[in-house]
C-alpha cells in the first residue's frame, strides 16, 4: 500500500511525518506498508503505476496540493485496477475546495487530522476483504 | 446519535433498513443510537435542533436527496454545537453531485455502502473522545 | 393513479379542484383514480413511494410548484418502476421555466390548461397498453 | 395541417414515413392533412409562412434536427397567427435536449414514439374547437 | 397578518421568540397579530394561501432558512393578493446572501435584529391606509 | 444626517423634492438634517468623507443610478464610522436589480415611495440610541 | 447592390415589400439596385459570394432571423471585399438581441423601420465616395 | 440638439472638434445646435435632464468612454421624452464593445468616422418630422 | 466518398476546387471518389443521408462555415453507418474555433491547407482496411 | 509627473497626504512632481489629457477606487503617449481585487503601503532613461 | 524528431511501446526518431526547449495527460521555431476533452489508435518539405 | 535570497541568463543570492519549503510558466514564513494574464524587463528592514 504527500502543516506541528509512519505500521502489523512522499506529480503518477503493475493491493493517497489541479493524476488513478481510498487531514468542502481525484476513489474520508490515514486504512482493508 | 435518511435503493437490495438499525446498535452496545427517517427537510431541520438542545452527542446524518438543494438544512447543521458527521453509501463524487451539506460537516466518510455508517460512527467516537 | 398537484390558481378560476376531480374520473369510468394534494415535498415523496410499492399502475402528476427545486423528487422518480407522465396546464417554456422533474417523465405534456390532465391520462394510458 | 420534418431514426426502425402519413391520414377522416418534410429550415420557414398566410388552421411540427438552434423558426412561429403544437417522439428533457422552438409554442407534447403525433393532433383539435 | 420563521440564533439569545411576541403584541394593541413558526416550506405555503383566503389584511415574514431556495414560495407569495412585508434582522447582503422571496415584497426591512420586525409591521400599517 | 440623490422620477410626480425636504425636517424637529443632491458619484464620495470627518452623526441615502456601478462609493462607505441607512423609493428586487453599496449599509429599507426616508430615519434614529 | 431579407412584419403592416422596393429604386436613379429576399442561410451566403466575385459595389442588407446564429454568414461576410453595411428597421439592442454579423459590418444602422433602408444605402454610398 | 462627447482620437488627427461643429452647424442652418463635450457622467445626466426639461427638441449623442458602465446615464436617457439618437465613429461590434446606453437608443448609427453625426442627425429629423 | 464544402478562400488562391478535385482523383485510381459543394446545411444533410443508405463506404467532409454551429449536422452525422473522417484545411484551434461536429468524427485531421484531404483520405482508408 | 487620487485609508493612519507629498518632492530634487487629488474619474481624465499634450513626461498614478470600474478611465491611459506606471499602496490580488487600469499601465508596483510610491517614481524614470 | 508521451492504456493492450518505436523507425529508414516518454510536464518543456535549440528538425507529441491543464507546456510550444505535430490516439472531441496545446499546433491528428503516430509523422513529412 | 525560473524568452535576447546573474549579485554586495531555475513546479515547492526552514530571509520569483496554473505552488507560498516578492518582466495584465500566485505576495512588480528584479530586490529589502 501507498500513502503519498502527506504535506499538511496542521500535521507537522503536533506529529511528524516520521511518527505518523511509524503509527501506521503500528497499526497494521501483518501489513507491509510502502509509504512514499511527493512534491511531482508526474512523480507520483508514475509510482503508481508501477505499484499497480508490481504487486500492492491498494492505495490510500492524500492528494494534498495535487487536489486543484490534478487532472493527469485523476487519469491516472482511473486506469489502474487496484482500489483507490482518497483522504484528507481536513474536511475540504469546509475550505472551500473540491479534489479533482476524489470522482476516480472507490471511497472518500475528509477530515479527523492525522486520524483520517487511519480510517483510509480500514476503509481499503474492509474493500480487500469483500 | 442520530441516522436521518437512509433511502437509497442500493442498500435496500441487500440489507433492509430494520437489518442496519439492528446490525448497528449491535456494533455499539455501550451507545444508545436514536435513528430516524423522513423525506420532509423541514421535518429533519427540527429534529436536529431538538437533539442539539437536548442530550444527544453527535449526528451521523446520510443527507441522501437532501444533498443537492439542502441549504435550509446546512444553515440549521452550521448553528448546532454538537459534532456531525456526514455518511454517503456511495462516492458521490462518482455520480458527479456535490453535497450541499458537506462544507459544514466535521468529518465526511463517502463509499462502501452501509458500511460508510459504520465508519461515519466511528469516526464520531473519534471525534467525541478527543 | 395519482395526479398530484394541482395548485394552479389559473386553473381554480373556471373549474374548481372538486369539479376537476369529478370530471376525470367520469372520463374513466373502468379505471380507480387515486387523486392527492400536497405543498409540502417530502409528503409528494413518500406517496409516490408508497403508490409505487403498492399496486398502482402510473403516475400522472403536475409538479407545480416542485418544478423549480425539485431535485429531491426528481430522484424519487428516477427510482421508481411504474411509469411516470408529468403534466402542465401551461407551457412551462413559454413562462420561461424548466421542469427539473422532466428529465425522469416517460411522456410531458405542457398547455390546454386543466385538458393536460385528460391527455396525461390518455398518454398514460398508451404507455400501460403497451 | 402541416406536420413537418419526422425523420427520427427511431421511427423508422418500426414504421415508415408513408404508413405513419397513412395512419395519421385515416385517423382524421374529415380533416386535410398536409403532411411535408425538409432538412432545410429555411424552406420550413417558407411553408409555414404560406401555409399561414393561406388558410390552413394549425401546425403540429416536430421541429426534429432544428431544435437545437433553429432561433429563425421561432421568430418565424412567434409571428404566426394559427396555433402551434410542438411534439417530439422522445422526451427530449430526458436526453438534455431543450427546444428552441417550444417557447413560441400553444402545446407541447414529448414522448410516446410516433403515438406522439396523434396526441399532438388531438390537442390541436381541442385548442381549434374552443 | 402573520410573521413566520423567526429562527435566527441572533435573536434568540438576547430575547425569546415569547418575548418577541409579546413585546409586538403590546405595540399593536388595535392590532390582531397571528403569528406562526414553522421548518417546512410546504406548511408556509399552505398557511399563507389559507391567510389570503380567510380574513388576513396582510404578511409580514421572516423567510429566514426559505431565503436560499424558496422558489415554491415565492411563487406563494406572487399570487397571494394581501400585501407582503418581508423582514431579516441581518443586513442579509452583507452576509452574502440574496433572498429568493425579496421579488414578490412590496416592501424589505433587513437589519436592526428584532426590531426589523417593529418596521416592518410599521411598513405594513403605511401600505395599509394607502 | 445626509440624505443625497433623491432623483427617482416616481417621486418628482407626486410630491417635489422641495417639499420632501420640508416634510422630512418637519417630522424630525430636534434633528439637524442637511440634506444634498448630486449626479456625480465622486461628489457624492466627498461629500460623504468630509460629513464623517466633520460632526455628522450617521448618513441616510438613496443611491439612485448608483446602485448599479456604485463599486468607488461602496469602498467610501466601508471606511465610514457613522452609520449608513440605505433606502430605495422602490422594493429594487422587483425591478431585478442589485445594489452594489448594501452590502455596507447597516439596514436597508426598500419600498413605500417616499415614506422610505421616513422609515430610513427611523431606522437611523434606532442605531444611534442603542 | 443587394437588399436581402426584409421580411420584419412591422414593415408589411405600412408598406409592401414591392412598395418599398419601389421606393428604394426611385430614390437612387443613377444606381442599380439588385433587391433579393431568401429565408435560406446558405443561399443568402452563395448570392452574396456571386456577388462580390462579380461587379457589385457594395451590400446593404437586413440580416433578420440570420441575426442570431449567422455565424456561417458571418464567415462569409467576413471574406468579401466590398463594403457591407447592416441594416435593422428596430433597435435590436431595445429588443434585448446581439447581431452575429454586426461584427464584420463596416456600418450599422438600427432604428427608424422602413427607413433604415435609406440611412443604410446613403452610408454605403459614402463609404464608396471615399 | 446637444451632440455630447466626441472625445475618440480617431477623429482629431483629420478635423478638430471645432471643425466638426462648424461642419455640422453649416449642414442644420434652419436649427440650432446646442454642442457640449464633457468626460464626467454625473454632468452629461444633469446637461440632457435639464435640456429634456427644457425646450430641446432631441438628443444626438456619442457616449464614448461611458458605453462601457453608463449605466447610471442609461436610466437618466430612459426617462426623458425626446428622442435619442446614439452615434459611435466606429462599428463598436467589430471592436468587440457593447455599448450600455444602446439599449434606450431610438436608433443607432455605428461607423463612418465623424460622418457618423451626420447621419444621426439626419435619423433624428426623421424621428421629429414623422 | 463524399467530399463536402471546401469553400475556404485560402485554398482557392493557390489552387482551385477543380484542380483540387481533379489532384485527389489522381491520387485514388482504384477509388470513386463523389465530390460535392454546397452552402446550405439542410442539402448536405440530405446528401449524406442519401450516400449512407446507398452503396457509399465512407465520408471526408470539411464542414467549413457548419463548424460553429451545425447540430442539426452533427445529429445526421451520429446516426449514419459509414465512417466519418472531418478534414480541416487550418487548424481550428489556432484560429479559436471549435468543431459541432467534430464529437462524431471516427478520425479528425486539422492543418496542412488542401493536404487535409489527402491525409483524411488516407484515414478513411485506414479505417476501411481493418 | 502626476501622481493622482491617493486617498487609501491605511495611508493616512501614519503619514498625511501633506506629508507624502513633501517626501516624494524631497527625494526627487530635480524632478518637478505635479501632484493632485480627486474623487471624480472623468476629472482624472481630463486631467491626464492635459497633461500628456503638455509637457509632463510621464504619469504614476494609483487608480484608487477607479480601480474596479474604470473603463473610461482605461480608454483614456490607452491614448496618452506619455508612459504610465500604475502604483497600489497594498497588493490588490491579495485583497481580491482586479484594477481595470492595469491592463493598460507599463509597469506595475503593488504593496509596500506609502513605498509603492517611491518604487512607482523609481520605474518610471527607468523608462525615461531608455 | 520527438514523440512523447504515448502513455495510453488502450495502445497498451495491442501493441507495446517498445514495438511502436520498432514500427515507426522502420517506417522512416531515412530519419532519426529521438523517441521519449515522461510523466513530467517540467521534464517534457525542458526536452522540447533543448531539442528546439539543438538540431531536430520538428516534434510530433502526443500530450496525454498533459492535454487538459498543460498551459505551461503550451507556452513552451509557443516560443520553439521547429514545426510541431500533436496526435492523439483517440478522438479526443468524442471524449469530451479538449487539447491546452492544440492552439499552438500547426497540425493536429486525433484517432486511428496507434496509426495515429504514423499520419503524425507523414504530416511533419509535408511541412518539412514545404 | 532566491529569483527562481526567469526562462522568459523575450530576456534572453538582450541578457543572458549568466549575465543577469552577475548583474544582479553585483548590485548587492553584501547579500548573498542564492539563484536557482527550474521547468518543474514540484521542485521550485520542495527549494521554497527548503529555503524557508533554513536560513534564507526572503524570495524573490518570476513564477513564468507557472503563473497559469500553479495553485500547488501558491499553497507552498502560503505556509512560508519569509516574505515573497513576486516579479514579471512584462505587465502580465497587458498580456491578459492573472498570475495564480500573486494573491501570496507581500508586493509585486510587473514590467520593465530584466529590471523588474532589481525593483524586486529593492522591494525585498524594504521589507527586511521594517
Known sequence: MEALG?????????????ELDAYLIGQHPGDELDIRYTNVEGEAISWIYQADLGDH??????????????????DCLKTITMPYVEVHMTN????????????????????????????????????LNR
Open 6 to 18: 502527506r504535506r499538511e502543516p496542521e500535521l507537522y506541528g503536533t506529529i511528524t511525518a516520521a
Open 57 to 74: 493491493d491498494g492505495l490510500v493517497m492524500n492528494p494534498a496540493g495535487f487536489l486543484h489541479e490534478g487532472i493527469a493524476l485523476r
Open 92 to 127: 475540504i468542502e469546509k475550505r472551500g475546495f473540491r479534489s479533482a481525484t476524489a470522482s476516480v476513489a472507490d471511497t472518500m474520508v475528509a477530515g479527523l487530522g492525522a486520524h483520517a490515514y487511519v480510517l483510509g486504512l480500514a476503509a481499503l482493508r474492509t474493500i
